[in-house]
């Protein structure tokens, strides 16, 4: 079955940097839209990220534009979100998920498979 697993959070300062990791198995990685999302105590979860099968096309929510940037590796089967300049607000929890086709989508509900996440706590 397809599992995502990712990993690269922990506890920073503001300002700081961290890079996610998401592997996937039990797909064949390529032929998957990757997203990034993320969820806060007491929020709904938000988009964060998404890259296209081949990685030529991605889209970033407002609010991390310009700091985070999410990229992939098909040849791991790894999709990364490379997040800067981290700010207390950015804390969350971190999913990856997977949804196969061409077009990327900024919704949660049009990912089917999704990890079980990664806590970023971000201190000011």
């Known amino acids: 079955q397809v599992q995502l697993e990712e990993s690269g959070g922990g506890l920073v300062q503001a300002g700081d940097s961290l890079r996610l990791s998401c592997a996937a198995s039990g797909l064949t990685f390529s032929s998957y839209v990757m997203g990034w999302f993320r969820q806060s105590p007491g929020k709904e979860r938000e988009f964060v990220a998404t890259i296209s099968r081949g990685g030529g096309s991605s889209s970033h929510a407002d609010s991390v534009k310009g700091r985070f940037t999410v990229s992939r590796d098909n040849a791991k089967n790894t999709v990364y979100l490379q997040m800067n300049s981290l700010k207390p607000e950015d804390t969350a929890v971190y999913y990856c998920?997977?949804?196969?086709?061409?077009?990327?989508?900024?919704?949660?509900?049009?990912?089917?498979?999704w990890g079980h996440g990664t806590q970023v706590t971000v201190s000011s």
């Open positions: 998920a997977a949804t196969s086709g061409s077009l990327i989508f900024t919704t949660g509900a049009r990912y089917p498979y």
